[in-house]
């Protein structure tokens, strides 16, 4: 096959940009919800089952990590470039499916905004099932959509990977969930305006109904561990809602890669893109609504309806079903629809000119944050912490924190001690946190660990709290204490080694 000069782009697009992610994702570095996961890759296929229905997420991703977890063993980094992996195949689908799908132009587009949008270059080193999320939504989305424009003919190998991908997403996350229902919905829709046009039971019928039964009987196994997620996560232990702040973080999220913290590029900057960019989106769309046949804008309007349908979806069970599950990050799992149709309508409709500078200030601002990031996750300081705890750890010593993350991810990275979770404000995690192995126990009150003898690693963050509360209950010994902050999601670590 000849490659024309765009294809010959394209595939440098592909390969800088690949390139482009891998720089910052070299470390071993954890904060909280990635030593969750490198926790719990630890457990058998049915344990991380049984754990995952007392965590906020299905089980998907963490099943693929321990499949890593048996080839090559518990490793950090490892699981880091998975995650990586992901993101490069979407930025792949833009020269093997988009490309096809919607030509040239479109794809070269969405391979570009795969790997330069600023959230893509923050998460695509997370140890978590974003960029997973991400592309299972995004091939689902397109193998459905060559579903409905190729009606009439039949499809076998595309339904067979839209039911593969579908039921993939709603195992991944939530929001791949509701994606996944839909997109369901929206093909079922079209199929029906066609049985009721035609008053046929038609050959798309018999197939969506067996690929929906065929998927719903695959859900059912997890229906009753999401009605227990979904009660968990009603008890909104750290999910909090404030409109409309929630909405705008939902928004300049996608321009940001920013959450809980971290600040990898000012905010000002990245909205005012943001801005710019939902700005020539919304101005395109409306100018040339007339100007193009049904067919050509129906990509506009399915993908739309997708990502706000989403969004939506969070706001009725988070104010009607009083189960809060609005989070910006969890958009993530959809961002590959907001690619697309970023990717499609700039290069059907948009003006040459505005799309260099958009695209300009795009790979600036990912610069900006790839050498934030840099800076952050190769900084010294990161393994100080761990540095000083192995050389000082010895076998039988015991670990305990108190609602300290930082502990969390102290327990994950030495396993091989007794550890306590002193859970003072009643998460009730137990049942997840089991997910940090048969060695961490939860307690609810100082006075179970009366009868303990020896080193005891106290651990707390940027205070000595806990260690406080020991002293009021126990005569003890303070042998030596050290603090320290990471550059790293900035967390703080103070060890206390006490003898008791």
Known sequence: MKLSKKDILHIVVIIIGIIFLAIPIFHNNLWFDESYSAAISNHNFKEIWTIGSNDVHPVLYYWMLHIIDLIFGNNIMIYRIFSWICACILGIIGFTHIRKDFGKDTGILFSFFSFFLQVIAVYTGEIRMYTLAMLLVTLMSTYAYRIYKNEGKKQIKNWILFAIFSLASAYTHYYGLMAAGIVNLILF???????????????????????????????????LSLLLQMKQVSKG???????????????????????????????????????????????IIIKNKKNYKRQEMLPVKLSISIYIGVILGACFVSIVMRMPIIYARYMLCVTGI???????????????????????????????????????????????????LRENIQENDILICQNELSGFVTFTNFPNNTSYFFDAENWNVEKAYKAFGKKMQTIYNLEEIKDLQGRIWVLDSSNYALLEKVKEQYKINVIEQKTYSTKYHQFNYSFSLIEK
């Open 189 to 223: 829709i079209h199929i029906v305006k066609k049985v009721w046009k035609t008053k046929q039971f038609i050959y798309e019928m018999k197939v969506f109904l067996i690929s929906g039964i065929l998927q719903i009987i695959l859900y059912i196994p997890w229906i």
């Open 338 to 388: 907001f690619i697309f149709l970023l990717s499609y309508c700039i290069s059907k409709l948009g003006n040459k000119y505005v799309t260099i500078v958009v695209c300009i200030l795009c790979i600036i601002t990912g610069i900006v944050i790839q050498v934030n990031l840099c800076k952050d996750n190769y900084d010294i300081s990161n393994q100080e912490p761990y540095k000083y």
């Open 237 to 283: 232990f750290w999910i909090t809602i404030k409109f409309p702040d929630t909405l705008i973080e939902f928004f300049k999220f996608q321009f940001t890669g920013n959450l809980g913290g971290t600040e990898y590029i000012k905010n000002i900057y990245a909205i005012i893109l943001g801005v710019i960019i939902c700005v020539y989106l919304i101005y």
